[in-house]
């Protein structure tokens, strides 16, 4: 059974260019979130989707933009890139909002 | 949301048990109290989480305080394998919206040969 998984690996990004990250949850999971991780920090939520809308969004600005399709697999958006967007992003899914999450292993941006 | 808090590091030598401390002083009656862990270069692990009881997994065991303001995580036999960030996190679930996690700085544990 495949766990969560995430692509690209790395990215490298021009400051004001703009990225999307991929995540394709646990089989059987609906739910997913994203969560920032900046170097020796906790990681931050971002945002978590369900059944295809946005139901919880921490405090990213609307730079930060998110896609859930109907196999449940999600998208992370990213405009206008700043320095301090570099980080490492994780995505987590759960079998519904409310149960724990399982992580995948994140997606190492880096903002040049 | 409700804070937690965790000393930065603790050092530990191979099979012995390991006691991680976590403060939660202003949780409140619903919030169920979770443990990750964050091995290098990896994305965060769920070790174990609990309301009000105390909780036994294959992992490891949580010890919380009967006024729930502090919680005990406990490795009952430390291997090289379990030096990793430890996260305490109060989960908020909210019934029609879903839950996120809010992590704090964690525990850096070191586990000596």
């Known amino acids: 059974d495949a766990g969560v998984t995430q692509s690209p690996t790395h990215l490298i990004k021009t400051r004001g260019q703009q990225v999307t990250l991929r995540c394709s949850p646990k089989s059987g999971h609906d739910t997913v979130s994203w969560y920032q991780q900046a170097l020796g920090q906790g990681p931050q939520f971002i945002f978590q989707y369900y059944e295809e809308e946005e139901r919880q969004r921490g405090n990213f600005p609307d730079r930060f933009s998110g896609h859930q399709f109907p196999n449940y697999s999600s998208e992370l958006n990213v405009n206008a890139l700043l320095l301090g967007d570099s980080a490492l992003y994780l995505c987590?899914?759960?079998?519904?909002?409310?149960?724990?999450?399982?992580f995948g292993p994140g997606t190492r941006l880096t903002v040049t | 949301d409700a804070k937690t808090t965790q000393p930065n590091s603790m050092e530990s030598n191979e099979e012995e048990p390991v006691h991680l401390p976590c403060n939660h002083s202003?949780?409140?009656?619903?919030?169920?109290i979770h443990w990750y862990r964050q091995l290098p270069s990896q994305g965060p692990e769920y070790v174990i989480h609990?309301?009000?009881s105390n909780v036994n997994n294959r992992m490891a065991s949580l010890a919380i305080a009967e006024d729930r303001k502090s919680s005990t995580l406990i490795l009952h036999r430390a291997t090289l394998r379990d030096a990793a960030v430890y996260y305490c996190?109060?989960?908020?679930?909210?019934?029609?919206?879903?839950?996120?996690?809010?992590f704090g700085e964690g525990t850096q544990l070191t586990v000596n040969p």
């Open positions: 996190i109060l989960r908020v679930v909210e019934e029609t919206s879903g839950s996120r996690l809010t």
């Open positions: 987590a899914s759960s079998i519904n909002p409310q149960t724990r999450q399982y």
């Open positions: 609990g309301l009000t």
């Open positions: 202003t949780i409140s009656g619903t919030d169920y």
